[in-house]
């Protein structure tokens, strides 16, 4: 049926219409918060190319936590900022490195949250490689080994989710096993399943001091051209025992998160990155888009493509407009 029987404009005609035949919905529920956390106390070192987020000492993150737990965000996840650097980032798994501290502080004061820890070696290493080198290239299976023992370490300081990012082959089945074998079943694992080789990590990258000193990540994250590749990569993943699935980044995989959504039924998780990020925020504070209508109209295109949850620098603000 057409015009003039048929007018769409019926059903926009105000803001309580359109709520109700509202078709993607956006809540403080769906938001994950990161979080950088380094040594010292009250430190809060702010990063240039993000403003208006910091690197944070343990007793700040506690804090940052607790507001925005209050704020109803769900979730943190945590990056860590060692105190040394090292071949084989070794404080990657220490027992009392920066990521463990960090977690027993929060689950202290705040138990209800629920924490994330992001694993991978490249803050730690001091090449900035996510892996152990050997002959000038990331030696895959020598690196899983180290990836199974800082998950466990972050598991048994009480995080509930371990999120490997450093795309090894073959670290989620490494990680599921060990977290098992140290009796900690329970422990949720959210693989990065389809991280590519993005250039919208620069930020990133000077928030964790983590940019490679040679060479890139090409030979281990996926290549941007390919989709059909994400598919495999989350096979793979879910077969060695993921709980939920991530692509990354968000904004420029809209349509590989749709893909993923349509294919598997486990949680999907999206990483709205620091790169797309600091651009709306370099925009915002040049008055070209409007900072709220352009971060949640930004968040809802996520779940529109099939999110679940969104890892988000905004979660906090967002959070508030959301209410």
Not at 60 to 68: D, G, K, P, T
Not at 104 to 129: F, M, N, Q, S
Not at 252 to 271: N, T
């Amino acid at each position: 049926m057409s015009f003039p029987v048929s007018r769409p404009r019926r059903l926009r005609r105000s803001e309580t219409i359109r709520r109700m035949v509202r078709e993607t919905r956006l809540s403080a529920d769906d938001l994950v918060l990161p979080i950088f956390v380094q040594h010292g106390e009250g430190v809060r070192e702010p990063i240039p190319s993000m403003p208006g987020i910091a690197r944070l000492s343990v007793d700040l993150a506690v804090r940052e936590c607790r507001e925005a737990f209050d704020l109803g965000v769900p979730a943190v996840i945590l990056f860590g900022i060692p105190a040394s650097k090292d071949p084989t980032g070794s404080e990657a798994s220490a027992a009392d490195g920066i990521v463990p501290h960090a977690i027993r502080a929060i689950k202290r004061e705040t138990p209800g949250l629920v924490v994330w820890a992001d694993v991978c070696l490249c803050e730690y290493t001091d090449h900035g490689h996510c892996g152990i080198i050997r002959n000038g290239t990331v030696d895959n299976d020598a690196t899983l080994p180290l990836l199974a023992a800082a998950a466990r370490a972050y598991a048994e300081a009480g995080a509930d989710v371990i999120a490997p990012s450093d795309m090894m082959d073959g670290r989620v089945g490494a990680i599921r096993r060990s977290l098992d074998d140290a009796k900690l079943a329970d422990t949720i694992v959210c693989s990065y399943a389809a991280k590519y080789a993005s250039a919208y990590y620069g930020p990133f990258r000077e928030a964790a001091d983590s940019a490679p000193q040679f060479g890139d990540r090409q030979g281990y994250q996926m290549d941007p051209a390919n989709a059909r590749e994400a598919l495999r990569e989350v096979a793979l993943d879910i077969e060695e025992g993921a709980d939920i699935i991530m692509v990354k980044p968000a904004l420029a995989y809209l349509d590989v998160i749709r893909r993923v959504r349509d294919s598997f039924d486990l949680p999907v998780a999206a990483y709205n990155v620091s790169g797309e990020y600091s651009m709306i925020i370099a925009a915002a504070e040049r008055g070209w888009v409007d900072r709220k209508r352009i971060v949640i109209e930004t968040l809802t295109s996520i779940r529109r493509a099939g999110a679940d949850m969104i890892l988000t620098y905004f979660a906090k603000e967002a959070a508030q407009w959301l209410r």
